[in-house]
């Protein structure tokens, strides 16, 4: 398959063999390319929704799964994508989200406060809400809500990345409430510092050499493939099983503040 001749709509052959539908959202790059990689590995067909159709063409390329552009702060994109999926789509991985800016609470922009909330938390209950009926049509579903640390603990100068991701693990946590005894497990995986092409490039408003820092001196930071992984493994597990949350760190950090890092000489 090459990027050219991708579905953009899961095809009926998929939902007629039984083969089961994972949809991630973000799964243009990073952790949302990685986790569609890993589940298509584990059999899964893979709808990879971004908003950048080259990038989601690529990687569903590459898993011969189908690409669906979605953004997931647009009502009318997120029902083209559910529509997309058709009928069944047993998990939905809601990765889609991002850091804007990193200034202090005395001198943070609201607008890019908004933006934070309208992809973190309200794009999580926009896609959620649209997939609902072919997740419990599944009988066996798992949503999966790519949270962080950032909604544990709080930081200086992350106060609206902090609060959107303490918004995701909320309606996380309120979701696994209501759909209690319908059959749909709920987690959140919560990393850490992961060294990802795009996600500190995109706090620090395209500044590289800001986004380097933050990973400078320190010895091995997660990369995309060990948060995929522990998705992967959320989703191979028994039905009855449902992993609440799951914090993931790299070694060196062993708290938001207590990173471990060698410095040159
Ligand atoms: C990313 C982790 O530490 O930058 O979600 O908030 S952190």
């Not at 011969?64 to 552009?69: E, M, P, Q, R, Y």
């Not at 309606?171 to 959140?188: A, D, F, K, N, Y």
């Not at 500044?207 to 191979?236: H, K, M, N």
């Amino acid at each position: 398959m090459t990027p050219e001749n991708v579905p953009t709509s899961v095809p009926a052959s998929v939902t007629e063999s039984g083969t089961r539908v994972a949809v991630v959202t973000g799964a243009g790059s990073g952790i949302g390319a990685a986790t569609a990689r890993a589940l298509a590995a584990d059999g899964f067909h893979v709808v990879c929704a971004a908003r950048r159709v080259e990038r989601i063409a690529e990687v569903a390329a590459e898993i011969s799964g189908t690409a669906v552009a979605c953004d997931v702060t647009d009502a009318d994109s997120v029902a083209a994508l559910a529509q997309a999926c058709g009928p069944v789509v047993h998990v939905l991985v809601n990765n889609a989200g991002g850091a804007f800016g990193n200034d202090p609470v005395e001198s943070a922009d609201p607008e890019q406060w908004k933006q934070m909330f309208d992809v973190n938390v309200v794009g999580l209950l926009r896609v959620t809400q649209a997939l609902l009926p072919a997740l419990r049509a599944s009988g066996d579903a798992l949503i999966v809500t790519l949270g962080s640390v950032a909604g544990r603990v709080v930081y200086e100068n992350g106060a609206g990345y902090v609060a959107a991701k303490h918004g995701a693990k909320a309606v996380t946590q309120t979701l696994r409430l209501e759909l209690c005894g319908e059959p749909v497990r709920i987690s959140e995986v919560a990393p850490g510092m992961v060294h990802t092409p795009e996600f500190s490039l995109v706090r620090y408003g395209g500044d590289q050499s800001a986004a380097d820092a933050v990973y400078d001196g320190v010895p091995d930071p997660l990369v995309a493939e060990d948060i995929a992984e522990t998705v992967r493994w959320i989703a191979s597990l028994p039905a009855h099983v449902n992993v609440d949350e799951l914090v993931v760190r790299p070694r060196a950090q062993a708290a938001n503040h207590k990173v471990h890092r060698v410095t040159q000489d």
